[in-house]
């Protein structure tokens, strides 16, 4: 079962005590350049996560394990390679380690390295229909067995009563076990960025519609040939 967090009331660390918890906060990748007020809604985005989990931790009790996705690894080796993929989620995870919380790695080299390889092939578009049909089905497969890998490697590290916070981003499909309740991270800038980008493609798209039919250069460097 999954809750927003405004949905919670009052939970005591009692009331749950004998449940396994996970915070599930959407894991937001930042590219190196991006727009001053994309960069700006990212950072408040991260800010406002802080906040959140530590609210959450004061009634739900502290978070003792930490699983990232695209990490495979665990402790000091996944510490470092968070860093490197993801500053702000870093921080989240450093603060906790800090009190403690163990990285536990969630992710198998293999399944997570075929499935980026056949999401590569879908995004070249490919046009024969039968071996589009073959990469999606194997893409499909893999993803349901990552799945199921990421569900089993929390069910077994994560203990009664335990506590971790999960970074993964949205639509995982992801199932977790009937006894660990997940609390969805939504900060009020995750929303702020989903329509930011919204409108960005929309705008994208009516600047394509309004281009004139043919024009790609091409045909203005003939004409500029054929006048001199």
């Known amino acids: 079962m999954t809750e927003q967090l405004g949905e919670i009331q009052k939970p005591s660390v009692e009331e749950f005590k004998e449940e396994r918890k996970v915070f599930f906060v959407p894991l937001v990748l930042a590219p190196r350049e991006l727009e ?7 950072e408040r985005y991260w800010e406002q996560v802080r906040s959140q989990v530590d609210s959450l931790e004061v009634k739900l009790g502290q978070v003792v394990r930490v699983y990232h996705e695209l990490i495979p690894a665990g402790g000091e080796d996944a510490a470092k390679a968070i860093e490197e993929l993801s500053a702000e989620s870093y921080q989240v995870v450093k603060s906790r380690v800090d009190r403690g919380a163990e990285i536990h790695p969630m992710e198998d080299s293999d399944l997570l390295t075929e499935l980026m390889d056949w999401t ?7 046009q024969n229909e039968r ?20 569900g089993k490697q929390i069910d077994e590290t994560l203990k009664g009563g335990e506590t971790a916070i999960l970074m993964m981003r949205e639509g995982h499909q992801v199932q977790f076990p009937a006894d660990i309740k997940v609390f969805y991270i939504a900060p009020p ?16 798209q009516r600047d394509e519609m309004r281009k004139p039919e043919g024009q790609n250069g091409v045909e203005g460097e003939v004409e500029g040939e054929a006048e001199s």
């Not at 001053?36 to 990212?42: F, K, M, Q, S, T």
């Not at 590569?120 to 490919?126: H, K, N, P, S």
């Not at 071996?131 to 067995?145: A, D, L």
């Not at 800038?189 to 994208?204: G, I, Y």
């Open 131 to 150: 071996v589009f049909n073959t990469v999606y089905e194997s893409f499909v497969q893999i993803q349901g067995k990552r799945n199921e890998y990421i």
């Open 189 to 204: 800038a995750l929303d702020e960025m989903k329509r930011w980008l919204r409108e960005r493609e929309t705008a994208a």
């Open 120 to 126: 590569r092939c879908l995004a070249i578009g490919l």
């Open 36 to 42: 001053a007020d994309l960069r700006e809604l990212i």
